[in-house]
């Protein structure tokens, strides 16, 4: 299945390519190869993250990462509907410009 990330997403992958960059960069080539492996997993298996309470939600932890991605499976796609930082407090990731130490 093809994988999209929704525009709810784009503040969250921001904030993933702002931290490999400025907080982690050492850790940046291996975190976008398992981010890529993650997207992978879900197009071949789109049930492999967990179910949430949140009714159609799942969630899939990026390996070696603090990142999550959290999506749906739709009739002929899965969309990420956000790239959450783990470490954070999930009310603060709704403002793209803090990061978990916000």
Known sequence: MKVVFLPSATPDVRWFARYYRS??????????KHMAKAVTLLSENPAAGRALP???????VILRTPF?????????E???LRLRDAR???????????????
Request: charged share 30%; hydrophobic share 35%; net charge negative.
């Open 68 to 76: 999550v991605l959290v999506y749906r499976i739709a009739a002929s």
């Open 88 to 102: 954070a407090d999930p009310t603060a990731q709704d403002n793209p410009d803090r990061g978990p130490e916000a």
């Open 23 to 32: 907080v982690f960069p050492q850790g940046r080539s291996s975190a976008r």
């Open 78 to 80: 899965i969309e990420i």
């Open 54 to 60: 949140e009714g159609d939600q799942r969630e899939l």
